[in-house]
């Protein structure tokens, strides 16, 4: 007997698992159909499945981004609008600062009492004698359909209704089956916002959004939107309102409203807008967070911070610096007083590439650097022990930053110091009255008066009255548009305490007994540390009319009674103590030199050269490991240097000196030392040069010895091609090689951007400049080889090409860092430039040449010609300026002739002959 293929019997297993659990009477024959009809293989070996329920409904990926960007373009549209507007603050914004995105899917948690309706997707569970899984949603008709089983009208039904409807379905076709149905996707209805909102327009929203979030996908109410009568309107009628006060300030009045496709939420103007400052819980409590920059005026932010524009100065260079300096971190000064400023500073700067800086310049950044942070420390907030008064630097009048016991919140100190009450806006009904303001704005603050409320109203005909409201009367006072209604703050007078400041255990405000001496008080709590300032002690005694009596004390013989310093302690007196520390300078050492991190330490007891080079970090490639210098200073006079054999100092992966105890190899830190590590002369990873133009192999080549000559460099080139003309041959070196603090004495004299090797030629061009013109405007243009001549940074070496590649030791010159070599293309030509009859011309030069033959090609030259001062300007760089006439000119030689007065010429322009000139402004390009 032949056995069937095993493709054959898995359809049959299937088959028979399936009927194992159906109930006797279920068509096996109709679910084969509908499993075929819907695309299922073999025989009807499950239920119908979710997808042969519900259409596909996948959102692609490029979908979902898109709505995304979408979402977030219009949220960024939301905020400037907000921004812009520059309303006042208003009591219930603060419900649509963020703009809230719902989705329509759940989790089947929705309530019992929903309502279902097209579009709304379920989860059917049957479970007994039958056991399917599948999706459903309802129809346009309101339906579902329950494959092979039944349609059961569901639209309009609560969702517990829906349930016992399909139950009974279920139970007429399966005996002893039980249902559950679950929401997993609400229905989503498109509703119109419209009124006065920043975006008004069409959403799609599910259909159990709230008005809220419905409201803050367009937004919320604008400035002139009312937040108190929002309106659902649905077939040209109003269904629905919101009030979003009680909603804000008591959690009440939020309709459960089921919206529809077509409904429309609607915001109209606001009508009855009254202002509320002063001492309300809810308008100070808005007001917490301090104002940002460019939230107050520039008095008012001078007022709260007087120092906060020479902080920035000095944050600004400190950054500055440190970015030359590079990626070392901070000495101590930065670290514990910059605050987090400058470790943002110090962690941005990590990632950028510093400028290779010599030692010179890398002690005077890191003094610069010092000072400006001691600066920076002096400008910060002051400490408990400094009284100094801060001024106004405009009206030179003191400041007073906080208030004496500093309990005053931020709010009140701010009204005081600028004179601008906090305050909110409210929308009120017609029928409300101040006493429902007062309800909304959360009643007064814990720093309000005695219950009493000023109103201020502007009438008809523009005059402004005033009138207190006592709180009995409060709710008989309808207000109008415009009213402010003003709580101010009780006036603070100290009863009978006493207060406890500085360098104490518990600083605060302490009740005073009847004959308590400072030194009772100082005993009963334990106030006295152990490091603070026992020899002298202060009390500042406030009389009612508010001068003030200084007193001062021993702490320690105040603590044994003595009577003389054990003062007697009246109301309101504040006691001040003092830290040890703060008779003491800072003790402080320097590291400086080629580290990890140089800069200034704390000094500590018992500290050795070794810990303080450990804590600098390991020295840099281009340290020199064996010799360093601690300098010691000797009370202003010449420091006491004393040399230190680094080698044995240094710490290793394997080891570290914390052994080495001999004060003479190691010896002991001691307060102000400072310590340096020295570079290599000279020091960098590879040395190269560049040379380009007409050698076989362009290109930048490494120097490999301490006199690697040009003849060299130009023979590992390849040699010259046939095309090259050495005798014009260009050699640059870069003048910032130098030494930088010559670098500094040549920009202090003005010597910077003039190049010595020139002999006249930047003065002879810069009476020349005035040759070009702009084609279209006509106006003069400075020649652009005047300015490439004239750049600081390269310097025109005048070298013999030929002489050097014969062999010849004195032209030959030995190469540095950085140099380049260009090679230009032969060239029969020579140039005439300047007051001649043709200004800018090329010539062929002839064998015998002259230079007043030359000039004779060119024309001549002109009436202000300066022919006193004509020079020839060899190929080689060589200057020629005496009996020009006569001079021999080869290729690649240009006549300069210049202007004796300077006058608005429009010259011929063709520069591009001029080769040597050419190649020199293309190298300082």
Known sequence: MRVPPLRHLLPLVATTALFAQLPQGLDLQALKQAASAQGVTGAADTVPTRTSALPATTVTPEESARQRSEDEKLDD?????????????????????????????????????????????????????????????????????????????????????????????????????????????????????????????????????????????????????????????????????????????????????????????????????????GAFQRVVSALAEPPKKGDLPSAEELALDPLKDQRDRIQREIKAIEAQLGPHAEPVLAQEDTGREGREASALHATQAPAVLSLTERANLEDRLYVLKRQLVALKEAPAGDHRVRLNPETNQPILLADADGTKPEWLRRWEQTGAAPRMQFELRADETAADALRFAGGFA?????????????????????????????????????????????????????????????????????????????????????????????????????????????????????????????????????????????????????????????????????DLIFRAGVPEKSADRLVAELARSKDGKPSEVIRLDLAKLLSTEAASPIA???????????????????????????????????????????????????????RRAGGLTPEAMPQAGIFLRRMSTQDASLQRAAEESGLVGKDPTAKGINEILERLNETKRQPLTGQLLKNPLLHGLLSGSLNRMVVDFGGALKGDNLADVDLQDGDEIIIPRASEAAYVVGETASPFATYKVRKGMKVADLLKLAGGTTRNADTSNIRLLKADGRILDSWIDGKAVEPGDTVLVPQRFRRDSSWQENLQALTPLALILNAVK
Do not use: C
């Open 77 to 277: 549209e939301i905020r400037a609008l907000k921004r812009r507007e520059k309303g006042a603050l208003r009591f219930g914004a603060d419900l649509f600062q963020v703009r809230q995105r719902g989705s329509a899917a759940t989790e089947g948690g929705i309530a019992e009492d929903y309502v279902l309706g097209t579009g709304d997707r379920l989860n059917l569970n049957v479970f007994g004698s039958a056991t399917f899984d599948l999706p459903v949603q309802v129809d346009g008709r309101g339906e579902i359909v329950i494959p092979k089983v039944g349609t059961a009208k569901v639209g309009g039904l609560t969702l517990g209704k829906a349930k016992a409807a399909v139950q009974g379905l279920v139970s007429r076709n399966f005996s002893r089956s039980s249902v559950d149905l679950q929401v997993i996707k609400l229905r989503e209805v498109r509703v119109f916002v419209l009124g006065e909102v920043y975006k008004p327009g069409s959403y799609l929203v599910s259909s159990l959004s709230s008005l809220v979030n419905v409201l803050g996908l367009a937004g919320g109410p604008t400035a002139v939107g009312s937040y108190r009568d929002i309106r659902v309107m649905r077939g040209g009628r109003q269904v629905a309102g919101l009030d979003l006060y009680p909603l804000r300030a008591e959690g009440l009045g939020n309709p459960n409203v089921a919206l529809q496709n077509g409904d429309t939420l609607f915001v109209p103007l606001a009508q009855n807008q009254v202002w509320l400052e």
């Open 660 to 714: 080495l105890l001999d004060d003479t190899v190691n010896p002991r830190i001691q307060v102000d030392d400072q310590l340096s590590l020295f570079e290599k002369p000279d020091y960098k990873v590879h040395r190269a040069v560049r040379i380009t133009g007409q050698v076989v192999r362009p290109g930048t080549y490494t120097l490999d010895s301490d006199h690697s000559r040009l003849s060299e460099v130009i």
């Open 446 to 610: 814990p720093e309000a008066g005695p219950g009493t409320l000023t109103l201020r109203r502007l009438d008809a005909s523009g005059v402004l009255s005033g009138q207190d409201v006592p709180l009995e009367a409060a709710a008989r006072l309808p207000l109008q548009r415009g009213d402010v209604l003003s709580a101010l703050p009780r006036r603070e007078r100290t009863g009978p305490v006493v207060q406890i400041s500085g360098w104490a255990r518990v600083p605060g405000t302490f009740a005073r007994t009847e004959g308590l001496k400072v030194g009772d008080l100082l005993r009963r709590d334990s106030q006295v540390l152990p490091d603070t300032y026992r020899a002298r002690g202060e009390v500042v005694r406030t009389s009612m009319d508010g001068t003030t009596r200084f007193l001062a004390f021993d702490v320690d013989r105040a603590l044994a009674g003595e009577p003389t310093h054990n003062v007697l302690l009246e109301d309101r007196d504040r006691v001040e103590l003092f830290r040890l520390d703060e008779l003491r300078l800072p003790r402080l050492v320097t590291v400086l030199g080629p580290v990890a991190r140089p800069g200034t330490y704390r000094f500590h007891e018992g500290m050795r050269a070794s």
